[in-house]
C-alpha cells in the first residue's frame, strides 16, 4: 500500500510513553549497521542515496526509520552525542508515530512499484522541505520497474539538497542496475537467535533456528510449523539423496511445496545453514555434524556450492522453473 505525501501537519503524535523513546533504543540488531551512518549524518557526510540489503523479515525498514528520525530530529546535534534522534521533538515524534511531512514510505502496490508512486515520490521532493530534512523509503525496490526506475534516476543520482533516499530490498541483485550503482550498499545481517527471541518474546529452539534471525520468517513458522517441518524434511531429503544419485522424486515432492516467497526463503536458508555448517566443520570448527553436513563437508565443490545456496532464493524469486533450478542444484551437489 502507498503512503501518499502528506499535507504538511502540525498535527503531534500521542503522547505515548513508548512513543517517546529514541527508535535507536527501540532497534534490536543491526547497530553495526546503523551506527556508521547515524555518525555520518551527524559530521554530514551520508550518502544521499541507501541501499539496505538483507535477508527479509529482519528490521531493514525498522533501521531506515531509526535513520530518518535522526535526520529530521530538531535538537541540536551538540545535545544527542550517539548522533540518533532525540525521541521527543516533535518531528521524532510524527517520524515514531509515523505521521511526518518529512518522511515518506513507498511500499509496492501490488506486485510492483508503478509509475503513479514513483511520481508521487518526485512530487514530494519537489515540495518546499519544512524541516531538517526529508527521506523518502522505498520497501522492496526490486520491485521497481524500467520505467518507475528511470522516473526516479536522477532524484537518486543527486537528489536535492537535505534529501535522502533510502531503498531497501532482500533481493538486492534484483535491482535495476542503474538504480543500485547510484545506491550506497549498506548490509543488514540476520538477527541473532537472541535478538529474535526476545522480539518474538519465543526461546523455541526449533522455531529460532528455522526463523533464520527472521521476525517475518518466525512469525509464520509458528502459524503454520506442521507445514514448515514438511518442507524442512523435503529440502534435507532432497540434499541427502542429491549426494548419492539423482533426486528426481525428492524435486518432484519438493517443487509442489516451493508455492510462495516465503517457502522459497525457507527452502534456501535451509539449504545455506547446511552449507554453513559444512563449511564450519571443513574450517575444523567443533560441532557436532549431522550425516548431511558430513557429507557436504568433504565435497570439493564445497565452495561452489555456497555461492550457489545463496543465490537459490533470488533464482527462485525471477520466476526460473522451481523444477530446473532444483535439477541443476542436484548436478552440482552430485558432482
Ligand atoms: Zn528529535
Known sequence: ????????????????KNLQVPLWKKLEGHQMSLKPLLNAQASNKLAGTLLFAGPSGIGKKFGALVLAQALVCETPLSERPDGAGCGVCGPCLR?????????MVVEPDGAQIKIEQARDVLQF??????GRARVVIIDQAHLLGP???NALLKSLEEPPAGTYFILVSHLPNAILATLRSRSQLVRFKPLSDEALSKIIGSQDEWLLRAANGS?????RMSEDRGDYETLEHATTAYLEKALEQF?????????ELLKDRTTHGFVSSVMQRQITDA????????IKPSKLVKALSEKPTLDLLARKSLEFESDLARNVDRGLLLEAFA?????
Open 147 to 149: 520505467q518507475s526506475g
Open 1 to 16: 500500500m502507498a503512503v501518499k505525501p502528506k499535507a504538511p501537519s502540525v498535527k503531534v503524535a500521542p503522547p505515548e
Open 279 to 286: 563449511m564450519k566443520v571443513k574450517g575444523g570448527v567443533k
Open 95 to 103: 517520524v515514531a508515530g509515523r505521521q511526518s511531512e518529512s518522511l
Open 331 to 335: 548436478v552440482e551437489l552430485g558432482r
Open 125 to 130: 521532493i519537489t515540495l518546499q522541505k519544512l
Open 215 to 219: 521476525v517475518e520468517q518466525a512469525k
Open 247 to 255: 533426486p528426481g522424486e525428492e524435486i518432484a515432492a519438493l517443487r
